[in-house]
């Protein structure tokens, strides 16, 4: 009777100690499982400005052109964008292919305001300012990236030749006769030299306005008919810019024809002469 006692209390006591177990063992997942994670802080980030997509040396940016993206903080260089306004307006002097950052020193005032223009120029170009005398320019209707046809009109003195046998050993005076001709062609304007009037901006020429405490007011952009193109900057190579001096100081009459972006043909033209017109026109002098 007593070795069945000891055998039943055995039996409970492993009954006991299971159950002790499993209940134990409850109470540790539930702490387990409510127990708080620790979530590692973000990473620091900054903005950066971005292509986005790929933009030609020459370009002027826009805001289509351009998006903020975060970075890790330290992974942007010196001299990157944060935002997009500081680059709308600007032009960039090399390729940029899309999604890299957009720095500033990659990065050009189109009217050369900056005297930075000159690094977008080829090692054979020159930059020559061409002064706005046309009704084209006047009228404010060229833009930096349009090719252009140069039209020029000035007087020349020839020799005349004269007919059938002569027996004066005299030499004719010669005379002067205007011509119209082609200068030169698909010209591409770099850029334009803008000047601003303004009645509602005071101060002296280089001065910005400051607010009451002192804080200086970014410049308001200039409405169309506050802009006035002065000047068009051309890269040429160096003969053809001695060529369009010498028309200009010898008092050559120029004119601008704009060309359709995508066009590169070369015209055969004939220059026009008062004698081009008569056999053009079939136009005859009075006889005496």
């Known amino acids: ?53 790929d933009l030609s040396l020459g370009s002027v940016l826009s805001e289509a052109d351009m998006r903020e993206v975060e970075v890790p ?81 000035m007087e ?3 020799q005349v030749q004269e007919e059938g046998p002569t027996l004066t050993l005299e030499t004719p005076e010669p005379e002067t006769k205007t011509f119209t001709f082609d200068a030169m062609q698909r010209v591409e304007i770099t850029a334009t030299i803008v000047q601003v009037e303004s009645a509602n901006q005071g101060g002296s020429p280089g001065s910005q306005a400051v607010n009451d405490e002192g804080t200086p007011v970014p410049t308001p952009t200039p409405s169309p008919n506050e802009r006035n193109t002065v000047a ?3 890269a040429l190579d160096p003969q053809d810019a001695l060529v369009l001096k010498h028309l200009k100081d010898t008092g050559a009459i120029f004119d601008l024809v704009l ?26 002098g009075d006889e005496q």
């Open 156 to 158: 020349q003195e020839v």
């Open 232 to 234: 068009l900057l051309l």
């Open 73 to 153: 903080l330290g992974l942007a260089p010196r001299g990157a964008l944060t935002q997009t306004n500081e680059g709308v307006g600007r032009m960039i002097t090399q390729d940029i292919v899309g999604g890299e950052m957009i720095m500033s020193q990659h990065l050009a005032d189109p009217t050369n305001k900056h005297r930075d223009l000159a690094f977008i120029l080829e090692d054979n170009e020159v930059l020559m300012a061409f002064p706005v005398v046309d009704l084209m320019g006047q009228l404010e209707m060229l833009a930096r990236g349009d090719r252009v046809d140069i039209l020029v009109t």
């Open 259 to 284: 060309r359709s972006p995508t066009s590169n043909l070369i015209f055969e033209l004939d220059p026009v002469t008062p004698e081009y017109l008569v056999d053009l026109f079939g136009l005859e």
């Open 1 to 53: 009777m007593n070795r069945r006692t000891g055998i039943i209390l055995a039996l409970v006591g492993i009954a006991l100690a299971l159950i002790g177990g499993i209940f134990v063992g409850s109470l540790f997942r539930r702490g387990a499982s409510t127990a708080p994670t620790s979530t590692p802080p973000p990473p620091l980030t900054e903005l950066v400005v971005v292509a986005t997509h």
